[in-house]
């Protein structure tokens, strides 16, 4: 494979326009929910912020400053989760995590269709990017579980 | 010849005053392909890669003479335990200190600086006085200080740094006090690539009746350092930026200073006599050497050492400075890179941003074309936030880089663009 071709597997089209229109990129003053996720490696920031209603999260937004990936991470993460019951939620991060670290898909969340996060996959490639991909995944968790205020990757 | 008209000509140089070819052949790492690429290692201020003979040394020492040193009356002990203080005196002769005691061998300069925290800090330093570093300093020179001075009731104070990456003498001084003990500052910043004014600040700090440490290891490789002449009461390098191996490295401080410093890590080789109440300690620089010593890293770095005298760090730096000057020339001319200070003094190290584009998406791309760079904070978070970046692109050369593998890292710029539009 060449060079070129593994890298515009990582930087794909879809990858490079979330970067640089990030979606629900703002502050959410119904949150009820945040964590913010730092990344001391790269010195990545994220801020997630939830609005949950009983079982599902009606809104996501995110605010932060970061590399590509996780900008982009964070910005199909917000399209991905919205509307969904905490429960799905769950089953995607599941699903999520074990696309982009090439690891098995947990008991419950291997039916789990990716959709437009298939194109976070080609980050399994690159080892020390895969924290980049999961950073704004892991501030998603802590803030579900709500226990957290700050996750680090590192 | 003056020294200026002799910069002037090293800096147009477009060959080094050795053989390149000859020296590249003796890494046998440069030799590696990278996604399908030659490396291009750029990323020498992290760490240097190592020559034949350093590979060698240590092997040899596996093959021949390896046994704990300091134990034992055999054979293999007296060889270890030999070879080991022979090491001694070649960093003794490295850093032109007055004797080999006053040479104590560490894991890297992180542990150097502990040491000296937790040794000369504990016993000297108390409530209500200064401790002073400056702006730039990596963390691994900013924390042991930090934690010394929550403990004893002390007050850390910065030197500021200005906008060109410099420490001026002027700025240093005002943030001496008569309550300061220790000033502790880079010889060179792992940053900007400052050469900072070491031996005015030494004698700054000296006049305001503190002592002074020096954070050797971006110096080391690229500088004649001479500890007498520094006149610094402690200096600390790492064997693994010198082309010697990781896991080792050098405090130096002054035989009378040594004296008076209790132990820092306590257990075997350190001691005299032992009883189960109480022990007495041995002379330094045992006494800061407790437990099996790094024999192989002590004779690598010899070795590392040697093969820079072969090479002679005259002509390795008038290489480098020519290798800098040629980056920081084209980096200048790409529109949207941003060089971080512009030290009138500066050792072969230069760091970026890009405009739109993170340093580890930069880092990534570059990745592709065989280059290797550092990205990230660079251990120096405080001066990251002043800056107001939380992370910068960091090229670092050595004598064996090629002016064509500088003249790549503006190409594989191109291709960061490329990738990332405008």
Redesign the interface.
Known sequence: MSAAGELSDLYQDLILDHTRKPRNFRELPAANRRAEGYNPLCGDRVSMMLDVAGDTVREVAFQGAGCAISTASASLLTEAVAGKSLEEVRRLVAAFVARVTGGEAPAGSEEVDLGKLEALAGVREYPMRVKCATLPWRALEAALADGEPVVRTE | MSVALEEQRSEQALAPAYDLAAVRAQFPILAETV???PLVYLDNAATTQKPERVIAAVSDVYRHSYANVARGVHRLAERATDAFERSRAAVQRFLGAASPEEIVFVRGTTEAINLVAASWGSANVRAGDEVLITGLEHHANLIPWQRLCAEKGAHLRVAPVDERGEVSLEAFAAALSPRTRLAAFAHVSNVFGTVLPVREMVELAHRAGALALVDGPQAAPHLAVDVQALGCDFYAFSGHKVYGPSGIGALFSRAEILREMPPFLTGGGMVRTVGFETSDFADPPTRFEAGTQNLEGAVGLAAALEFLDGIGRENAASWERALLARAVERLAEIPGVRLLGAPRERASLVSFVIEG?????AG??LD???IAVR???LCA?PL?ASLGV??VVRASFALYNTLEEVEALPAGLSRVRE???R
Request: charged share 15%; hydrophobic share 35%; no cysteine.
């Open positions: 996604h399908d690429r584009v993170h340093p580890h998406d990534t791309v592709s074309e065989g990205v990230g904070h978070q990251m939380a992370a990738v990332f539009g």
